[in-house]
């Protein structure tokens, strides 16, 4: 079933599920194309995970990144 994630997830989590897309595919709204994002390394993605931290307890996100 479909369910809301019960927390945020981790930056181990968030640079997995980058190296899952597939790379040939269009940049997102953000800009990002996958296989751009497939070499970031894990700090990139401890800093996001912390941004994604900042929004949650402000409970404000950015309309564009």
Do not use: M
């Not at 994630?5 to 953000?30: H, I, M, N, V, W």
């Not at 194309?33 to 994604?52: D, G, T, Y």
């Amino acid at each position: 079933s479909d369910q809301c994630p019960s927390r945020l997830p981790t930056a181990e989590e968030l640079c997995k599920q980058a190296q899952k897309a597939e790379s040939r595919t269009a940049a997102g709204s953000d800009g990002w194309r996958p296989i751009e994002l497939k070499q970031l390394p894990l700090n990139a993605w401890e800093k996001r995970a912390a941004v994604l931290e900042t929004c949650a307890q402000l409970g404000k996100y950015p309309n564009a990144y």
